[in-house]
């Protein structure tokens, strides 16, 4: 059974496989039969266990029963088509339509075998940080990633998505505004500052639009077509979302990232701005950038953002920080270890990129244990990495300083902000 179905249908009330409709299994030749009983006890064994509860299992069995799926469909197409072909049969509309939803079927499955394969590390990633069962967040994750594939697959996504449609994604995820009547109270969450007029509030790209790339996809070591989705935003005041591009703030672990649900926190890196104003409350009293330093995440639910995003995001500001030389940064970030996850020990990017990265911007040395608790060394021969290493460099280094190393905002989120400034009457 494919699990490209809207997430919100049952498990129970999911349209079954065509392998198990008695109309197609009557159609067969005996030959035919034989075969399809003998690779149905097989699949069976596989889909009558409960599947596994850790999230490298869970990915294993599916994929096992994916393929054994599969090996019935294509041998239950190749008998109609062979009965077809000889016109062994008076059933021909039967069986042709018999082959369509087989094709259907088939196709489902092998799209999700694509997505899985090109992006198991981000679903393993995903499945771990999960408080939902693992069966129910598999689907939503991997239903999710086949209508981005879908939208990508027409062109550009950056350009195929209508504005709207990021913000709502997250929004859906995270719950932002979902107590609230939009028509009547609109209010939308503040992950650092709770409700607040939704004028006021964007929804901030982790790891932007343009950074949107086959380099960047390398630097992580998968394909992650899902840089568009629901884990790949927060809701911040728009005056936070500013000093967030800008790399004044950065979110760290608020404590352990093995942690269901991570806890996240705000850090400010950029000392000038602490006593300058972020919001003024209705009551006139003000919040400053020193009010919010160290201050905790709030959530609506447990779903939170993906980590491998928010390290990518950390390490940004660090080298922005670093870049411009402001003071007791080192002093102020936690240890890199706390990124470290005896779960994912594999890391989120790829060292060998990030340390040409750094250096191309002009970051000599980023720190040792940083490095090490969120990167990953490749596991090929160094041969022919090094230039795969180059290219995605000079790419990602190109794409920052093209947009201004520390400020990673978004095209659509300047022309949404307009002349948008730092003013004190934003009140809800």
Known sequence: MSYLQPPSTPLGQRAPSPTSSPLHLSLLS??????????????SDLSEQSPPRAAGAFLNWRLSTIQAELEILESMEEDFSASLAKDLT?????????????????ADLERELVIMTKQKPFIREDLEDSSKAIEDSYIEDIYSAWLHASEDGKKSYKRAMPRNKFPKLVDDYLGASEKFDPSVDPRTFCHILGYKA???????HIVP????SKELSYMFGADDSALHSRRNGLFLHRV????????WIAIVPDGSVEKTPTEWK?????ESVRNDTVYTNPDKTLVRWRDIDGKALQFQNDNRPARR???FRYVMAHMNASRNGWPDVEKKLPSGEIWASPNKPDGYLRKSVLQILAKRIGVQTLPSDLVEAGTFDDTDPASGRQVEDMKS??????RIKENALGNLQDEDDERESGDETDSEDDSA
């Open 30 to 43: 005996p030959s035919g039969q034989a075969k399809v009983n003998t690779l149905k006890r097989k699949a």
């Open 90 to 106: 008076s059933n021909h509309q039967k069986i042709e339509s018999a082959i369509e939803s087989l094709q259907k079927e088939r």
């Open 198 to 204: 939704s004028e006021v509030i964007r929804c901030a």
């Open 209 to 212: 639009f343009w950074f949107d």
């Open 240 to 247: 936070i979302e500013k000093g967030f591009n800008n790399g």
């Open 266 to 270: 705000v850090v400010l890196l950029k």
């Open 309 to 311: 995003y928010l390290y």
């Open 393 to 398: 460099s000079i790419e990602l280094s190109y």
